[in-house]
T-cell receptor, first 112, second 112 residues
Framework: SAVISQKPSRDICQRGTSLTIQCQVD?????MFWYRQQPGQSLTLIAT?????????ESGFVIDKFPISRPNLTFSTLTVSNMSPEDSSIYLC?????????FGPGTRLTVT | KQEVTQIPAALSVPEGENLVLNCSFT??????LQWFRQDPGKGLTSLLL?????REQTSGRLNASLDKSSGRSTLYIAASQPGDSATYLC???????????FGGGTRLMVKP
């Protein structure tokens, strides 16, 4: 299994600002994933982050808006840039261990 | 493109009932399927993982089945309890870098 922590757990931010979300895993993993869950919706994959290479973004998500860092095998950050109210969501990171996917507790972001 | 559908979207049952949650997917070439539980405002907890070669998995009062050829999975909850109240999410892995495609979820309420 894997234990994942995220910081911050929640934040309220003003339009136009940026927020960086941190994700820490208790074991080394090759791939880390960032998902978004908009209010009342299911999860959508934003990007896949591999250590030592650029993140791979899904359709509808771009690096300028959601830059990702992956400095080592246990840590990643997701930045939500130039925020608007439409970015209000829960952001979750996840990893795969022995075929099973584990999720962090999420970061609840509200943009005013 | 894989699409995952969950029926019903919401379900309310009295305590003690056995219940079935349904999940269907359009592309049967899956690697595995995972059922999650999400409590309000929280992250996801993995309940059961079924590999494509398996027909079912059991954990306590939970039993998940998989019929890959027909693109269906069911989550059976026996003797439901108020503590089972949560949103249940089905997610499919097509082995495209281990990313998951999620269904819309079933919001379950078990009444005392």
């Amino acid at each position: 299994s894997a234990v994942i922590s995220q910081k911050p757990s929640r934040d309220i931010c003003q339009r136009g600002t940026s927020l960086t979300i941190q994700c820490q895993v208790d074991s080394q993993v090759t791939m880390m994933f960032w998902y978004r869950q908009q209010p009342g919706q299911s999860l959508t994959l934003i990007a896949t982050a591999n250590q030592g290479s650029e993140a791979t973004y899904e359709s509808g998500f771009v690096i300028d808006k959601f830059p990702i860092s992956r400095p080592n095998l246990t840590f990643s950050t997701l930045t939500v840039s130039n925020m608007s109210p439409e970015d209000s969501s829960i952001y979750l990171c996840s990893v795969v261990v022995t075929y099973e996917q584990y999720f962090g507790p999420g970061t609840r972001l509200t943009v005013t | 493109k894989q699409e995952v559908t969950q029926i019903p979207a919401a379900l309310s049952v009295p305590e003690g009932e056995n219940l079935v949650l349904n999940c269907s997917f359009t592309d049967s070439a899956i690697y595995n399927l995972q059922w999650f539980r999400q409590d309000p405002g929280k992250g996801l907890t993995s309940l059961l993982l079924i590999q494509s070669s398996q027909r079912e998995q059991t954990s306590g009062r939970l039993n998940a089945s998989l019929d890959k050829s027909s693109g269906r999975s069911t989550l059976y909850i026996a003797a439901s309890q108020p503590g089972d109240s949560a949103t249940y999410l089905c997610a499919v892995n097509n082995n495209a870098g281990n990313m998951l495609t999620f269904g819309g979820g079933t919001r379950l309420m078990v009444k005392p």
